[in-house]
C-alpha cells in the first residue's frame, strides 16, 4: 500500500492545515483543516497548481511560482520554515475574500518526491498579542498614578518640613526611594513598551531644539555618573541643532538610556564619551554598515568602556526583554526593554540607531536624529 494511501485519516485528524503538491507544484492532497482554512472546496484544490490555486501573498503581493515558499524548499533541497524570514509577512486569501496570517513550513518528501506544505494559522496569535497587550498597557498606566504619588511623598518627607527624621527613619527612606525608582523605570518602561507595541505612540511632529534636549539629558545623568566615578566628557560640535519635524520626548528618552546603558556597563572608574555633530544630506554615517543620512540632522555617539557585547549576540540586542549573558551575573539591574524602545522610537522619528562593540573594550552607540521624517537612505 502506498504512503499515501495510508496518510489521509492521520492528516485529516490533524489541527494544522496540510497541502501536500508534486515537485511541479500540482496539489495531490488537501487536509480537512487546509479545507476549513482556505474555505475552497477540496475538488477545487486537488490537481490545480498550488501558486494558482491557494491565494497566498508574502508581504501584500500574491506569491508566483518564484517566489513560492515551495519553490524555496527545492532550492534548499530541504525544509523551509517563512518563521525563518522574519521580516516576510505571509497571509492566504480565504473563499470569503477575508486574509488569514499564516506560517508555512515546506517539508520535502524524497521517497514520494513530493512537498508537504503545513500552514499555521496565525490569526489566533495575533489575537491573543492583542489581548496581552491591551492588558499590560492597562495595568502598566494604573500602576503609574500609585508610584509617582509614593516618589512625591517619600521626597516630601525627605525636606523633612513635616518633622526631623532620625538618621534610621532617613536610611529606610532612601532605600524605599531607591526601590520606587525602580518600579517607577519599569513601569515607564512598560507603558513605553505598550505604546508602540499597540501602535498607539503619537508623534508630535514639532521643532526641537537639540541642543537643549542634550543639555537636560546630559544632567539628569550626572548623578549616576558620579556615584560610579565614571569620568565624563562630552565634545559638542558648533552648528544648527534645531530638529523641525521631531518630537521632544521620544528623541529624549532614546539619548536617556543609552547614555544610562553606557554608564551602567561600564565598571567604577570607567570613562563615558558623548559626542554631538550636525550632518548633512547624503552624509555617510557608517562605514561598516553603510548608514547615509537621508536628510540634514543630528549625530550622537555615545562611548564607553564598559564590558562590551559579545559577537554572537550582537544580533539580538534590540530584541525585546533580552540581555547579553556578560551582564547577568552582574549587579546590574535592568530588564531588556530600553533598546527594544529606543529602536521603535528612532524608527518612529524616521532616524537609526546602531553601534559598534568590543567584548572587554567597550561600545559606541551612535544615533542619527534627522532635521525631518523622510526616514534613512
Ligand atoms: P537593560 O539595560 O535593561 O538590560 P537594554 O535594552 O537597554 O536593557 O539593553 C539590552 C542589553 O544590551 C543589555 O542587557 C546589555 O546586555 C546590552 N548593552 C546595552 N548597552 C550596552 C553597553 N553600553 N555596553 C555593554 N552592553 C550593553
Known sequence: ???????PALLNSLRDAIIIVDSEHVIVFVNQSAIGLLGYQRTL????????????????????????????????????????????KLSMGRNDRSLVPVQISVVPDED???????????????????????????????????????????????????????????????EIEISNKRVVDLVQAIVNVSR?????????????????????????????????????????DKGDYLLNDSDQELSSIVLKSILINAIRYTPKGGKVTVNASTVTEGQKLSEDQNIIASV????????????????EEKI????????????????????????YIAQNF???????????????????????YPCVQIGIL
Open 196 to 236: 508602540t507595541d499597540l501602535s498607539r505612540l503619537k508623534h508630535k511632529h514639532e521643532e526641537v531644539d537639540f541642543a537643549n534636549v542634550l543639555e537636560k539629558v546630559l544632567v539628569s545623568v550626572q548623578e549616576l555618573s558620579h556615584q560610579k566615578s565614571i569620568t565624563f566628557d562630552k565634545v559638542i
Open 346 to 368: 528612532m524608527s518612529i522619528l524616521g532616524g537609526r540607531i546602531w553601534f559598534t562593540s568590543d567584548l572587554r573594550e567597550g561600545s559606541i552607540f551612535y544615533i542619527y
Open 45 to 88: 484544490l486537488v490537481g490545480a497548481v498550488f501558486e494558482d490555486a491557494v491565494q497566498l501573498q508574502v508581504n501584500g503581493e500574491r506569491v508566483s511560482k518564484d517566489t513560492s515558499p515551495i519553490t524555496k524548499a527545492q532550492k534548499k533541497h530541504g525544509i523551509y520554515i517563512s518563521d525563518s524570514e522574519p521580516d516576510l
Open 296 to 311: 540634514k540632522g543630528v549625530l550622537v555617539s555615545i562611548e564607553d568602556n564598559g564590558i562590551g557585547i559579545p559577537d
Open 1 to 7: 500500500m502506498s504512503k499515501l494511501a495510508i496518510l
Open 316 to 339: 539580538r540586542i534590540f530584541t525585546k526583554l533580552y540581555r547579553a549573558t556578560n551582564v547577568q551575573t552582574l549587579d546590574v539591574t535592568g530588564v531588556g526593554l530600553g533598546l
Open 112 to 174: 514520494l518526491n513530493s512537498y508537504n506544505v503545513i500552514f499555521h494559522d496565525g490569526s489566533a496569535d495575533e489575537k491573543i498579542d492583542q489581548a496581552k497587550n491591551e492588558f499590560v498597557a492597562l495595568v502598566s498606566h494604573q500602576l503609574r498614578t500609585p508610584v509617582n504619588i509614593i516618589s512625591w511623598y517619600i521626597e516630601k518627607l525627605l525636606t523633612e518640613k513635616k518633622g526631623t527624621l532620625n538618621e534610621k527613619q532617613r536610611e529606610y527612606l532612601r
